[in-house]
């Protein structure tokens, strides 16, 4: 029920800027904003995958401490998808050798786009590994697809028939499609990243702090050591 509130919430930022953009186009400028719910709902599939407590507001919490990084992510997952969605029609539309040519490689462009987004996304709510930088998350996406190619391809293909079932079912697409895209690529993308490259040591708060006795005996021996 969690997923599904935030689904919704993803919905509802969807239809404004699907409907609000059909009556006045600048509105799809909008279209990043995306992001925050996305990275709110991959947050709750990311804590799920990691048995860890789930709350809704875990989603919205996203929003604040993710949201630079949802935004550049998005963004850029954005333009990659219209640049080579625009080439794929520009190519169609040559109707020569030229022109297929150039859709072919715009649409394995985009091809490759959608796999890194299935991905991406899913590292980006990581909550093992919200201390990284999000140029070594990208980087460790970009090597993910890299060395398990077949095993992401068809985490994409799965996602591209979900989405596409979903919309001419429009009330499943505002309601339990994302959540479920979500849950599939945190189960297949966590654990292979976690092998590939483990996720930083999370420290213990049960762990006490050295009181100043064992503070003061390591500096004496510390101090102690022949130079």
Request: charged residues 15%; glycine residues 8%.
């Amino acid at each position: 029920m969690r997923l599904v509130a935030a689904n919704l919430v993803w919905g509802l930022l969807f239809s404004a800027v699907l409907f609000g953009g059909l009556g006045w186009p600048p509105i799809f400028l909008l279209s990043p904003s995306l992001a925050l719910p996305t990275v709110g709902i991959f947050r709750l599939a990311a804590l799920i995958q990691r048995n860890e407590f789930v709350a809704l507001s875990d989603a919205f919490v996203a929003w604040r401490r993710l949201g630079g990084r949802a935004l550049a992510v998005g963004t850029g997952l954005l333009i990659c998808m219209l640049m080579f969605g625009t080439n794929v029609y520009l190519g169609l539309q040559r109707g020569d050798y030229l022109g297929l040519a150039l859709a072919t490689m715009a649409t394995w462009g985009l091809a490759v786009t959608v796999v890194c987004s299935c991905v991406l996304w899913p590292l980006v709510a990581d909550p093992r590994r919200e201390t990284l930088p999000l140029t070594e998350i990208v980087r460790l996406g970009f090597l993910l697809v890299i060395a398990f190619p077949v095993r992401f391809a068809r985490l994409a293909f799965l996602v591209a028939i979900v989405m596409l079932v979903s919309l001419p079912e429009y009330a499943g697409l505002v309601t339990v499609s994302v959540a479920f895209v979500a849950l599939v690529a945190a189960r297949y993308v966590l654990p292979a990243a976690d092998r590939f490259a483990p996720p930083p040591p999370i420290a213990d708060p049960e762990t006490p702090p050295p009181d100043d006795g064992d503070v003061h005996f390591t500096s004496a021996m510390a101090s102690a050591r022949p130079r």
